[in-house]
């Protein structure tokens, strides 16, 4: 009786959850009469779809070629998510960053390894921050920075032609070369890893003047200690980070996790005392804001917040100033490597624009060319701009709206009930995603042959553009695409990316 009894509870509870989660809250959403797919699942929504297909970015583009330029579609409990990629709406959640932020389970997961860094830090935190660290990415601030770049990339084409010539010391790549894939002179290499290893030491040097020796092979605690903390992503992560005291459970991904957040910490104030004190040394009395100037942006932050005329509540905390250190590392290290990856692979599928690249390189005379010297050579800015358009490293952005708003619409869409809307109302709570590889291919921007490499594009005549779109645009702190997103939350380090 007692059992029949329990389980007549348990049903009446889950019917109670189905009742609220997928009619009453389905049928008062504001939005709801914005079209989308239908879900596959009650448990997991339109999800499971997503990540069954081989190709996320071109499940987006397929859906919004259905139901429009925004449409609705479900994650974990039937929780709708809207997905845009209308220029208008996406100009509206960049510029209104009171009203949308990162959600808030994405915020707790990454603030359990990068700390309250500029990444993660919301309202004022982020705008304190970035007033400080915008010192660090000024003009200037990038020149000082391209002896670093230089020695690290004649590093790796050092150990780049070893691996042609088979250095027995390194393994070129983790899979054998198939015959059809061996050529004369040549060598099938993993460059990914190798572009890696140079990022990492790059910013390891520019970001924190540490010498990590990824590419010398050379054991070293803090690379080490960055490797294990970056690879640790998962689904337990991700459960331990969010379920309260589930962080408890003694996994080997939470034990490697303590010890390399141990080390980077022991390490990282090691550094900043060293950059303290040398800022006291040079300048006894004060630091006044001319006088910031450095190498590392670590040094150049130190200084930047010690300044004489920083009102002391606008300085960031030893804390803030290390949590810099590990969100440098996560922001530039991957989303470099992975966007170099891709343009090297667009270049060997067009050979002519390949050879086209090589001849402005030679012509250049000196080889280190200045930083005024680099920003004027058309074709390799092209060719950057295109890699960094078809393949963006963080390929969407999701935000969140923390109070019911409307958002404004530059394509209208229709409606489920047929009539065609020029805006959508969302409530408190309702995620926004941007699926940056669709608007970066959008034909209405870009032109019929937005889904081509095409470094052209960005340096010809408007009159000699081909299949040139209209100037509908989404914006961007770069070279109007959203790469590095846009807004005041955009990327503060993309002039050390593109030069």
């Known amino acids: 009786m007692a059992f029949l009894t329990a389980l007549g509870a348990l049903v009446a509870l889950l019917a109670a959850a189905y009742t609220h989660l997928f009619i009453y809250k389905q049928w008062t959403l504001p939005c709801r009469n914005v079209k989308g797919p239908e879900p596959v699942s009650l448990l997991f929504g339109n999800l499971l779809h997503l990540v069954r297909h081989h190709d996320l970015a071109q499940q987006?583009?397929?859906?919004?070629?259905?139901?429009?330029?925004?449409?609705?579609?479900?994650?974990?409990?039937?929780?709708?998510?809207?997905?845009?990629?209308?220029?208008?709406?996406?100009?509206?959640?960049?510029?209104?960053?009171?009203?949308?932020?990162?959600?808030?389970a994405g915020r707790k997961y990454l603030a359990s390894f990068l700390g309250n860094g500029l990444l993660v830090a919301e309202g004022a935190d982020h705008k304190r921050q970035r007033r400080v660290l915008n010192q660090c990415f000024n003009q200037q601030a990038i020149k000082d920075l391209l002896p670093i770049f230089y020695d690290k990339a004649e590093e790796l084409s050092e150990k780049l032609l070893g691996l042609v010539e088979e250095d027995p010391q390194n393994e070129a790549a983790p899979t054998p070369t198939k015959p059809e894939g061996i050529q004369i002179g040549g060598r099938k290499i993993d460059v990914m890893k190798y572009i890696a290893m140079c990022t990492i030491d790059i910013i390891g040097l520019?970001?924190?003047?540490?010498?990590?020796?990824?590419?010398?092979?050379?054991?070293?605690?803090?690379a080490e200690a960055f490797k294990k903390m970056f690879?640790?992503?998962?689904?337990?992560?991700?459960?331990?980070?969010?379920?309260?005291?589930?962080?408890?459970?003694?996994?080997?991904?939470?034990?490697?996790?303590?010890?390399?957040?141990?080390?980077?910490e022991r390490v990282g104030r090691r550094l900043l005392a060293e950059r303290k004190a040398a800022v006291h040394a040079d300048h006894v009395e004060s630091v006044n804001k001319i006088d910031v100037v450095g190498k590392d942006l670590l040094s150049v932050c130190v200084r930047a917040n010690m300044a004489a005329d920083l009102k002391p509540e606008n300085r960031l905390s030893d804390k803030e100033v290390l949590d810099q250190i590990s969100t440098f590392m996560f922001a530039g290290n991957e989303t470099t490597s992975t966007a170099l990856t891709w343009t090297l692979s667009l270049l060997s599928r067009h050979p002519e624009i390949q050879d086209?690249?090589?001849?402005?390189?030679?012509?250049?005379?000196?080889?280190?060319?200045?930083?005024?010297?680099?920003?004027?050579m058309p074709i390799l800015a092209g060719v950057v701009h295109e890699g960094l358009r078809l393949y963006p490293p963080v390929p969407v952005l999701i935000q969140e709206a923390q109070q019911d708003t409307i958002i404004p619409l530059d394509t209208p869409i229709e409606g489920r009930n047929g009539q065609m809307m020029d805006h959508i109302k969302v409530s408190k709570g309702t995620a926004f995603t941007t699926a940056y590889s669709n608007v970066h291919c959008a034909e209405r921007t870009w032109g019929t042959d937005a889904a081509s490499f095409r470094p052209s594009r960005h340096f010809q005549a408007k009159a000699e553009s081909e299949g040139k779109g209209s100037e509908a645009s989404a914006g961007g702190v770069w070279g109007n695409i959203l790469t590095f997103s846009g807004g005041v939350r955009g990327c503060i380090g993309y002039r050390m990316a593109t030069g």
């Open 231 to 264: 690879s640790s992503f998962g689904p337990l992560a991700i459960v331990q980070a969010l379920i309260p005291g589930a962080s408890l459970i003694p996994t080997k991904n939470m034990k490697d996790r303590r010890a390399s957040l141990a080390t980077t």
């Open 206 to 222: 520019a970001g924190f003047g540490y010498e990590l020796d990824s590419l010398s092979g050379t054991k070293n605690e803090m």
């Open 356 to 376: 086209q690249l090589r001849e402005e390189c030679l012509a250049v005379s000196t080889p280190r060319p200045s930083f005024e010297e680099i920003s004027a």
């Open 60 to 104: 987006m583009a397929d859906w919004a070629k259905i139901y429009g330029h925004t449409y609705r579609y479900r994650v974990l409990l039937g929780k709708p998510r809207i997905c845009t990629i209308d220029p208008a709406a996406i100009n509206y959640i960049l510029s209104h960053t009171e009203i949308f932020v990162k959600p808030s």
